[in-house]
Every structure is written in structure tokens, then in C-alpha cells.
């Protein structure tokens, strides 16, 4: 059964095809009726106009005949005027028995008796007519009369020669219409075939940048397309991966000690600690899991972010009691950094140590024995700023650049030094966007780096302001 889908495609195919033909085709049509109107024009009267110029010698031939024979109709006067007349010309002899009075007007016989000679175009009867009139030295003037109608079937087969130029240049209008929108399509056809490989899955899309300008852009997008998308998916199972492997650990530890337990095998004394090892375990597994979530609905409506009066110094140090205990268990120097004063700000307080936790947890997890980890908070001219300082080995300018990209650092050094997925950086970066505020990473006096957000305070003095890191 052929494919819907392959059915309408060859469909559009052909509508462009078509679409562009006929256009074409119309085009033509339309220059070929307006050449063929213009010329049938110009034809017939050329052909009057060639046919009055002939009439015209041909009566001034008559008059010298006549002018030789001394005025009066003789023998060569007669047959030249038999010769005339076998061509449909009508030959008269002014004030001579026979002269048509409805031909000739007074002003002619006014004209030709002054010597003037008589070239127009007159209707008898409903009848067009060449007319031509030449005085002579003797008593009969010459007048010579031709149908237009004669003319015109002169005309008529100069039009139908002109036919078949016309008819072949419509056709071969026609045929290059047709190569041009087939020159058009091709690489449209192979863009939309590209297009849908790509929506396949396929990531190896190459399009040869040919045809107009346009059609070349196109083609180098799609490429472009390709090439981005690859290297997201890539980015996309290094995270999974990443997440894959974060979430394995504390499920083996936690699913360990549980079957230790389940066995019995766990002394008495060391249930309490294996119970609050399991514990831990369990909080890290719920602190990812709610990382993925909020991850995924920072874009969406259902993300809340509710909105009150918030001391981020009071936060600050709420959050300091958790991490300077967590950071002494770890061997780690915890610095607390905070104004005498308050610091309100309208914000969200559970958004806001939810970033605390993300940058301290970063922090944390590079930062080795004896080195600091520095938590502070302080105002700058239209903002209020948190940051997280550490003594770890640091970051370079382009480590920078891509810190809070999910997953990037962590491709770049596993393997080589402590690294999460990113997940905590990434989420710190999209909670900091919901409050208006925005994500900054730099170097730590302390040699490390130092990562922080901005959050707007517009009833703070001054102007805009940047987080500058030594």
C-alpha cells in the first residue's frame, strides 16, 4: 500500500512543478498575444503603407505614359492601364468619358489643376480605397483606385507566416519553463527529503549548497541544523549517562546496607549508622530527582515561584548553619560573608536557597582538604548578589563561558577531577532567570572559582551593576 505520507510529498512536488510551469507558461502566453496584437498591427500597416507608396509609382508612371503620348489615351497608355487593372487597380482618366464621380472631389480637381498630385485613403460605400491622382501636361489627368482589401490579404499572409514563429516560441517557453521549475525544485525536493531524514532521526544530512542564492541558504541551514542537532544528542546522552551514573551510586549503596540488613549481617551497634547512611543516600537520590523535575518545568506554567518580602542576609545565614557543618565533616574551610545590615528584596525564599544549595553543593565537590569555600551576600547599585567562592582548581575562560551549559563540564573532565553532571549549575541558571535575576560564573580570590546571581532591586540606588570576580 503506498505510503500517505510519500504520496503527499510527491504531490507538493509536482504542485511546484506545475505552479512554476505554468506560470511561465502564462507569462509567454501573454507576450506571445501581445507581440502577435502589436505586430499584426504593424504589419497591416506597413503593407498600406508599402501599397500607397506602390500605387503612388505606379500613377506616376501613367502620367508620364500619357505626357508622352501627348495627353491623349493611347496605345501604351491603354495597355499599361490593362496591366493595372489585372492587379485589382482601378485606372481612370479624369475629364475623360468614364470618370467616377464618387473618387474624385472638388478639392482634388482643385489640386490637380493647380498641378498638385492626390495620395489618400478614402471610403466608398463602406469600402476602403487607395487613392491616388496625378496631373498631366494634356486635358486628362490620371487617377488610380486599389481596394484596401487587397492589401489586406497581402497583410493577412504576412500574419500567418508569423504565426508559427509564435506558436514555436510559446512552445519553446513552455519546455524552458518546464527545466527551470524542475531546476527550481530539485534542490527544494532534496531540502524537504532532508528535512524529513532529520525528523527521522538521521543526523549524517549533507546538502550540496547549490541552485539560486535562496535555495543555497536553505541548504546550508539544514546542514547547520544537522550538525547542532548531532552535537546536542551527544550532549544529551553524555548527561544521561552522567545521570545515569550519579543515580547508580547511592541505588547500590542504599540497595547494599538494605540487603545487609534484610540478612541480618549488620551488628547491632552499626544499624543506627547504617540506617543513617541509607538515609543520606535516600536525600541525595530525592535532591537529584527534584533537580531533573524542576529542570524540566522551568519552562512550563506549573513551575511556581511565589513572591514576598525576603532578608537574603537572613537566608544567607540560615543556609550557612548546613554548610559550614557539611563542609567541616569534609575537611573543608567555610567563610561566611554578610553586611551588617538587612538585605529585603521581593523574591522567592525557597527558590532563593534552593540556588544557595545548588552553588555550595558545586562548590563542595571540587574543593579539597584545607582549601576555603566562601558563602556571601552583599548589594550592589540595582542589585543584591549571592555568590559561592571556592578553593578548588578553577576554571578556564572557556570553561567559563559554558558553565552552566548542562553536562558540558562534566564531558570535558571526567575522569580528570571531581565533576557533577552539571545538573546543579544548569538549575541554579534557570531559577535565576524565573526571578528576574541571572547566573554568573568568574575566578575566586581564593584561586577557585566563583559562582553567583544577580537579582534585581530597584528600590537600591543607582544603576544597573555586574558581578566582578578577582
Known amino acids: 500500500m503506498p505510503d500517505p505520507t510519500q504520496l503527499a510529498r510527491d504531490h507538493r512536488r509536482g504542485g511546484i512543478v506545475a505552479r512554476v ?18 505586430a499584426m498591427s504593424l504589419i497591416r500597416g506597413a503593407a498600406e503603407d508599402q501599397a500607397r507608396v506602390t500605387l503612388g509609382r505606379q500613377a506616376d508612371l501613367m502620367a508620364v505614359a500619357l505626357d508622352r503620348d501627348a495627353g491623349t489615351p493611347g496605345q501604351r497608355p491603354v495597355k499599361l492601364a490593362q496591366v493595372l487593372r489585372a492587379q485589382e487597380i482601378g485606372v481612370f482618366f479624369l475629364r475623360a468619358k468614364g470618370q467616377p464621380p464618387e473618387l474624385v472631389t472638388d478639392a482634388d480637381l482643385a489640386l490637380l489643376a493647380g498641378g498638385q498630385p492626390v495620395s489618400d485613403i478614402r471610403d466608398i460605400n463602406g469600402a476602403r480605397w487607395l487613392f491616388e491622382a496625378r496631373p498631366t501636361d494634356g486635358p486628362a489627368d490620371v487617377v488610380l483606385a486599389q481596394p484596401a482589401a487587397f492589401v489586406g490579404s497581402t497583410a493577412a499572409e504576412a500574419r500567418r507566416r508569423l504565426l508559427l514563429p509564435l506558436v514555436l516560441g510559446l512552445a519553446g517557453s513552455v519546455v524552458a519553463g518546464w527545466l527551470l521549475a524542475r531546476w527550481l525544485a530539485r534542490p527544494m525536493q532534496r531540502a524537504a527529503e532532508a528535512a524529513h531524514r532529520l525528523a527521522t532521526g538521521a543526523r549524517d544530512v549533507r546538502l550540496p549548497l547549490e541552485g539560486p542564492a535562496e535555495v543555497a541558504d536553505l541548504s546550508e541551514a539544514l546542514n547547520l541544523l544537522s550538525d547542532a542537532l548531532a552535537t546536542s544528542e551527544g550532549r544529551e546522552r553524555a548527561f544521561l549517562l552522567s545521570i545515569s551514573h550519579e543515580l547508580r551510586t547511592p541505588l547500590t549503596a542504599v540497595r547494599g546496607y538494605a540487603e545487609a540488613l534484610a540478612d541480618g549481617v549488620v551488628p547491632t551497634e552499626d544499624v543506627s549508622r547504617t540506617g543513617a547512611t541509607v538515609l543520606a543516600e535516600s536525600e541525595r537520590l530525592d535532591r537529584l530527582v527534584s533537580d531533573l523535575l524542576d529542570l524540566a518545568r522551568l519552562g512550563a506554567q506549573d513551575f511556581r515561584v511565589d513572591t514576598v518580602l525576603t532578608d537574603l542576609r537572613v537566608l544567607v545565614i540560615q543556609a550557612a548553619d548546613v554548610w559550614s557543618t557539611r563542609c567541616l565533616a569534609a575537611g573543608v574551610d567555610f567563610v561566611l560573608e554578610v553586611p551588617p545590615g538587612p538585605l529585603e528584596v521581593w523574591t522567592d525564599p525557597g527558590r532563593v536557597r534552593q540556588i544557595i544549595d545548588g552553588l555550595a553543593e558545586n562548590a563542595l565537590r ?56 552539571g545538573l546543579g549549575l544548569a538549575l541554579v541558571a534557570g531559577l535565576a532567570i524565573r526571578l528576574g535575576g541571572e547566573a554568573v560564573a568568574g575566578r575566586a580570590e581564593e584561586g577557585g572559582a566563583s559562582f553567583g546571581v544577580r537579582l534585581p532591586n530597584p528600590s537600591a540606588a543607582g544603576g544597573s551593576a555586574s558581578l566582578e570576580a578577582s
Open 21 to 38: 510551469t505554468l506560470v511561465t507558461t502564462a507569462v509567454a502566453l501573454l507576450a506571445v498575444v501581445i507581440t502577435g496584437v502589436v
Open 366 to 421: 571540587v574543593t579539597p582538604e584545607g582549601a576555603p569555600v566562601v558563602l556571601a551576600v552583599r548589594s550592589a547599585p540595582g542589585f543584591l548578589i549571592i555568590e559561592v567562592r571556592d578553593g578548588g582548581p578553577g576554571l578556564t575562560d572557556d570553561d567559563l563561558s559554558v558553565a552552566f551549559d548542562r553536562g558540558v563540564l562534566y564531558e570535558r573532565y571526567r575522569g580528570v577531577r571531581k565533576v557533577g553532571t
